[in-house]
């Protein structure tokens, strides 16, 4: 009876796993592999030439093409850190006001929250571009009214990645405030009024009660805005290029420069091939640190 019960069960998944096999797993495999082989992406893959780890070598090495997949790596290193250090301690906050504090239209805030993040990225970055406009843009505008001076924002190396990482925070931030609300949820209520019986303060019950509770929630938050922030493309291409002097050239940008623009497809898939591995031990290393957090 086992056995008859499984077959259904295994032919309804077998679309599914046709699917994702391929559309994930064999492109994951075809990347891999040209990885190891010299290969330019407008010809035919019959023309990719075995070279082993010498595609590896290249990024890794002195000459330019090492140069400047290592700055294009440590600015999605610094843009991914800013924007989940920003991203997760904001949302819980937002969520501690709307859910927790039962402010008076608690559903709207959170309906506008989350409507950022539907917002399609390309409109985000167009507006944003906007708002950063050094002359016209209403920022500099705002800061000129309280006396302060005008930034460069975007066209300036020492701001244009913090820049690109607020306009991501905006956009996300509603959706992880969301996640936080429904963390909050689950949290008895009867644990705060032990809390407050036992004479915890507003600050003692969050640290002791809301936080270790919400771990969790965070975990999987942490997670997704890791990997949302690896994946940013549209801001960089349709605002900044790369620039100015490739302080927002963050990686799947400059994987497209040279897979395609350039036509290094087997370099490009070295580069792809280690963003996805250091993306995998960051997520590792996120669960490792959870685990750790919940022994002691």
Do not use: C
């Not at 009876?1 to 391929?22: D, E, F, H, R, W």
């Not at 913090?162 to 008895?188: D, E, H, K, R």
């Not at 999987?220 to 940013?232: D, L, M, P, T």
């Amino acid at each position: 009876m086992n056995a008859v019960s499984k077959q259904p069960v295994a032919t309804m998944l077998a679309p599914a796993v046709i699917l994702i096999g391929v559309f994930i797993f064999v492109p994951m495999l075809l990347t891999i592999w040209l990885s190891f082989h010299q290969w330019s992406s407008q010809t035919g893959f019959n023309t990719a030439e075995f070279v082993g780890l010498r595609n590896y070598e290249d990024i890794f090495g002195p000459l330019s093409v090492g140069r400047d997949f290592k700055r294009a790596f440590t600015n999605t290193a610094i843009y991914t850190a800013l924007s989940v250090v920003i991203i997760l301690p904001l949302s819980v906050l937002l969520g501690l006001l709307v859910y927790q504090r039962r402010v008076r239209g608690g559903t709207f805030l959170r309906t506008v929250l989350f409507a950022t993040y539907m917002v399609p990225m390309i409109a985000v970055a167009l507006v944003w571009s906007k708002l950063y406009s050094p002359t016209e843009g209403p920022i500099n505008q705002i800061l000129a009214v309280i006396g302060i001076g005008e930034q460069p924002w975007l066209s300036s190396p020492d701001t244009a990645l913090v820049s690109i990482v607020i306009l991501n925070v905006w956009q996300q931030v509603g959706y992880f405030t969301v996640l936080a609300i429904a963390g909050l949820t689950q949290i008895p209520p009867s644990l705060y009024e032990a809390a407050r019986i036992d004479g915890a303060n507003a600050i003692q019950e969050f640290f002791g009660v809301t936080l270790p509770l919400l771990r969790r929630t965070l975990l999987f938050s942490a997670v997704i805005a890791v990997i949302n922030a690896v994946q940013v493309f549209e801001p960089v291409a349709l605002i900044t290029q790369g620039g100015p002097a490739g302080a927002t050239n963050v990686l799947t940008y400059h994987i497209r420069r040279v897979g395609i623009e350039r036509a290094q497809g087997g370099i490009g898939s070295a580069m792809a091939v280690m963003l996805m591995l250091s993306l995998i031990v960051v997520i590792i290393a996120l669960f490792a640190f959870a685990r750790k957090g919940n022994e002691e």
